[in-house]
Structure formats: structure tokens, C-alpha cells
């Protein structure tokens, strides 16, 4: 076990971050043409691209994983933070010289950084042949043929209505076992710092029969795991009133018309006991006892939220705009514990530097940590976006040096944390659903209990899909090892 423990990477839970990237896989349908995607960011990002994988594999497009194979490159982007920009850009750099050697080649831009340059990428700086935002991905087909046709082509509209609810995804990368499931869209949160509004709009609903078809559909396809993505999924709303769109809908619909984030959940918990649930994000301001309870009722709902506080002090709060205290943050976490019980994972995002954050402030967010005892977090410093009230209205004034030293401080505080929750797991013994092969070794399978830790353990006679009983018996900060209760 200990020679294991050595030898296997640390795993760590994928979210956003700039270095994450998917590629499209191949499919070889006998189409005419390739397509190459490339996505960075969060997982609504890669959950889009499989939307784009299926609105251009109707068009005529194959897919494939070798961008030196591909008649089309598209890359999905992100704006959250300047590295995850300049990531893309060397990358968008790299892919213009390769039109150089061939001259055919269209490469698209599309999602959250197409949204917030538009025309910039196209016309100032020339690096690719089309541009579309992420409400935009219908009519793709359309601008690849306006670029067909000798012209540029962008599309940055954003819509008050688009979910793409009747579109049914290409999974991408997939393990087959789980999937997401965009439940929303855009977001109408500001947060002072945070580009993700004005790249993806306002915030809409999608209804719900189209997400518990699909919830169903890859049920009987053999996927156990679905994950609700939206950027605040405890304000999913949805209104069946044909006549009414979007947010109009729910304005006028009366409260026994709308379906809301717990109804949601316990429709989707309903479509199979063996199909597990997961939602992602939730916003500490909107969650509810009532959605805790659901969570509660159903076993296959797992035992995990990702509640980013993004810092640990009152003020510092307020200047995000982030609309809840130090003290609202806590009562939140109270109530998952009375709930839910310490099992239950708790996650969080940070940032560390924002605007005037003084080091007593900054010594508030390690308190926060030491009081909730996250089981992880992604953690981050400041980054000013362009555009956003932050960047119109405070001063960046943390030195890069005090960020980092800081974003350091949380690091090594969360390291603790995770050794230390992981540690309260060795002896108990955790359903766990089995995704795959370990990376580094083939007699080994890994997968994650309810409250999403990542387990791995010797795999005799297991497949990827079952659910088994595993028994920890020794773990790292970021992973558990045990083996198979029979
Ligand atoms: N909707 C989610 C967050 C989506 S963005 C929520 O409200 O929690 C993911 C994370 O990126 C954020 O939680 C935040 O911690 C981080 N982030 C966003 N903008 C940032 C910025 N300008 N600088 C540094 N980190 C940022
Ligand atoms: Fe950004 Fe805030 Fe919306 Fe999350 S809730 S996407 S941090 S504006
Ligand atoms: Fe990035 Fe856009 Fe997601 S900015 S984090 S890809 S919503």
C-alpha cells in the first residue's frame, strides 16, 4: 500500500483552470470533414463544446483528436483570469502558423473569450477565420460556411432564451459511467469581480423534461453519475407557461407553476436509484434547508456542495459584491452539518488579494477554512478583468508578491485540511462507484464515494460502472486507498 501511495499521481478534482483542456476524440462516420475542438475552463464550457461536437457532426463533420488531421479547428475558451487568456492566445498563435502550411484550415474561436474581444481577435489582430459567443452555437454551421465562402465570420449575440434543450450532447472524453448536465445558463449575479456575466449574459432556466430526459437517456445508455452544472444552481427556476419566455415566465407564473433547484433535484434523484447525482455551483446566498432536506431523501442524491465563500471576512465580501456575511457563510455551513452530518464534503473557491484586503482580512479567510474544514478548494489570486466592477470601481492594490504569498498561506492550509478530513475517512467504509483504470496501474480501479473523494483500490475481478463497498485504509491529502468489502 505504501509503495502505491508513492507511485500514483495525487489526483485532483477537475474544475476550471486554465490549464485543464479537453480535445474532441475521433469518430469515423464517413463525413466529409474534421473538426477539432479544443475547450478550456469550467465545466459548462466542455459541457458546450459537446453541444458544438453535435451541432456540426450534423453538418457533415467528423471529429477527431489530432488537430493535424482537421479541416476545422474550433477552441473553446475562457476569460476568468488573464493566465487562462494568455493560455489560449499562444495557443490561437500556434494554430495560426500552422494555416501558414495549410492555407484551407479555419480556425474559430468560441466561448467566453470570443464573447468579451468579439471583433478584436477577427479584425485588429487576425489570428482566426471565425468568432462565436456561447449563445451562438446554432449557427455555426452558417458562419462555417460564410468562411467557406472567402468572408470572416462572428456571431456574439447574447440570448435572454437560448439553453440548447433539445440538442443532445456528443459526449466528449467520456469515461461512459459520468456525464454533465447544463441545467442554466448565463449568470445575474454581479460579483465585483467576475467576468462570467458579460460573457455569458443573464441568467435562464432550462426546462426541466428536456434535463431528466436526458438524465434518462444516458441511464439506459449505462452512464451511473449525472452532475447539474449552472454558475448558482440554487436559482434554477422554470415556468411552463408556453406563452412567457425566459425570466418573464417566472415573473408571471404563480408559485405552483414554477419548478425550482430542490424540485428539480428530487425529479432527477427520481429517474433511477443506481443513477447518482451531483450539482455544481452553489451560491452560499441561495441555498436552502429545502434543497439540504432533498439531498437528505434520497441516498443516490451524494453528500457533497461546493459552496465558494471566496473569502473569510465580512467587508471584504461586501466589495464583491458577493451579498452574504462572515456570519450568513457560517450559518450555511452549520445547516449542511445539522443536516447532512460531517460526512457530508464541503468545498470551496477562494481568492486571495482582493481590492483593500488587509492581512487581518486575509487572516479572516484562514479562520473560515479552519472553522468549515473543507475537504477541498480551489484556490486562486486576484485577477482584475477588464470591464467588471471591480475593475471600474476599486483599486488593485495587493501587491502580485502579498497575493502569492497569501494564495500560499491558503494553499498549504487547505493541504491540511484535506490530509485531515481524508484522515477521519481511513476505517469507514464508502460506497463508491467505479469509473476506471487508476492511472499509473491496471490492477487498479479508482472512483468516488458520495462525498466525491477519489478512492482507489486493487481490482480482481471489478469493471468500471458496478457500485462497490470499499474499506480506507490509508490515504494522501488528495486521495483515499482501500480495498473491497465483499
Ligand atoms: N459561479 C461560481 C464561480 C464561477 S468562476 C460561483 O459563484 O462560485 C470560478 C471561480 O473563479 C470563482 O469562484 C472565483 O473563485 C474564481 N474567480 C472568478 N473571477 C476571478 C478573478 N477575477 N480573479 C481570480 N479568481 C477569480
Ligand atoms: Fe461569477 Fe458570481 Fe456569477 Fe459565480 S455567481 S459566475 S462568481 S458573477
Ligand atoms: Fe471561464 Fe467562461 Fe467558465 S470565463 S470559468 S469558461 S463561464
Not at 196 to 217: L, M, N, Y
Amino acid at each position: 500500500m505504501q509503495n502505491l501511495i508513492k507511485d500514483l499521481d495525487i489526483l485532483i478534482p477537475e474544475k476550471e483552470s486554465c490549464e485543464v483542456v479537453k480535445v474532441s476524440e475521433d469518430t469515423n462516420t464517413g463525413k466529409n470533414r474534421k473538426l477539432y475542438i479544443e475547450s478550456y475552463g469550467c465545466q459548462m464550457n466542455f459541457s458546450d463544446s459537446e453541444i458544438v461536437s453535435s451541432i456540426m457532426t450534423q453538418e457533415g463533420f467528423d471529429t477527431t483528436s489530432d488537430f493535424n488531421l482537421a479541416d476545422v479547428i474550433f477552441v473553446n475558451t475562457c476569460s476568468i483570469r488573464e493566465k487562462a487568456e494568455e493560455t489560449v492566445r499562444h495557443r490561437l498563435m500556434h494554430f495560426k502558423g500552422l494555416k501558414k502550411r495549410k492555407p484551407d484550415l479555419m480556425v474559430g474561436v468560441l466561448g467566453c473569450m470570443a464573447e468579451r474581444l468579439k471583433h478584436q481577435l477577427l479584425e485588429e489582430e487576425k489570428i482566426v477565420d471565425l468568432v462565436a459567443g456561447p449563445d451562438a452555437y446554432r449557427d455555426l454551421p452558417n458562419l462555417v460556411r460564410q468562411v467557406d465562402d472567402g468572408s470572416r465570420a462572428i456571431n456574439t449575440f447574447l440570448s435572454r432564451e437560448e439553453t440548447y434543450a433539445d440538442i443532445s450532447p456528443v459526449r466528449l472524453n467520456s469515461n461512459g459511467i459520468t456525464a454533465f448536465i447544463s441545467i442554466m445558463r448565463g449568470c445575474d449575479n454581479m460579483c465585483s469581480f467576475c467576468v462570467v456575466p458579460f460573457t455569458r449574459g443573464r441568467e435562464r432556466s432550462r426546462d426541466p423534461h428536456s434535463i431528466i430526459a436526458e438524465a434518462r437517456d444516458l441511464f439506459d445508455k449505462g452512464y451511473r453519475e449525472v452532475t447539474l452544472l449552472g454558475q448558482n444552481v440554487d436559482s434554477y427556476k422554470w415556468s411552463p407557461n408556453p406563452e412567457l419566455k425566459g425570466k418573464a415566465q417566472i415573473e408571471k407564473a404563480g408559485d405552483a407553476d414554477i419548478v425550482n433547484f430542490s424540485m428539480l433535484l428530487e425529479r432527477v434523484a427520481q429517474v433511477h436509484p443506481e443513477l447518482r447525482i451531483r450539482f455544481s455551483t452553489s451560491h452560499p446566498k441561495d441555498i436552502t434547508d429545502d434543497v439540504l432536506y432533498t439531498m437528505k431523501k434520497y441516498d443516490n442524491i451524494c453528500k457533497n456542495i461546493h459552496l465558494p465563500a471566496q473569502s473569510g471576512n465580512s467587508r471584504v465580501l461586501d466589495l464583491m459584491n458577493r451579498t452574504y456575511t462572515r456570519e450568513w457563510y457560517i450559518d450555511r455551513v452549520d445547516a449542511i452539518r445539522r443536516i447532512l452530518g460531517t460526512d457530508c464534503g464541503i468545498t470551496t473557491d477562494m481568492i486571495a488579494g482582493f481590492c483593500t484586503e488587509t492581512e487581518e482580512e486575509h487572516q479572516e479567510t484562514l479562520s473560515l477554512m479552519d472553522y468549515v474544514r473543507y475537504d477541498f478548494a480551489f484556490m486562486f489570486y486576484y485577477s482584475e478583468r477588464p470591464g467588471t466592477p471591480a475593475a471600474k470601481k476599486l483599486k488593485d492594490d495587493v501587491p502580485l508578491e502579498v497575493k502569492k504569498r497569501r494564495l500560499q498561506e491558503i494553499i498549504e492550509k487547505q493541504s491540511l485540511l484535506s490530509l485531515e478530513r481524508n484522515k477521519h475517512d481511513i476505517g469507514k467504509v464508502y460506497r463508491v462507484l467505479i469509473e476506471g483504470y487508476s492511472k499509473r496501474s491496471k490492477e487498479h480501479l479508482q472512483g468516488r464515494n458520495s462525498a466525491n473523494k477519489v478512492i482507489i483500490f486493487p481490482a480482481g475481478n471489478l469493471k468500471p460502472g458496478a457500485y462497490v463497498d470499499v474499506y480506507v485504509k490509508e490515504c494522501t491529502p488528495a486521495t483515499l486507498f482501500g480495498e473491497v468489502v465483499l
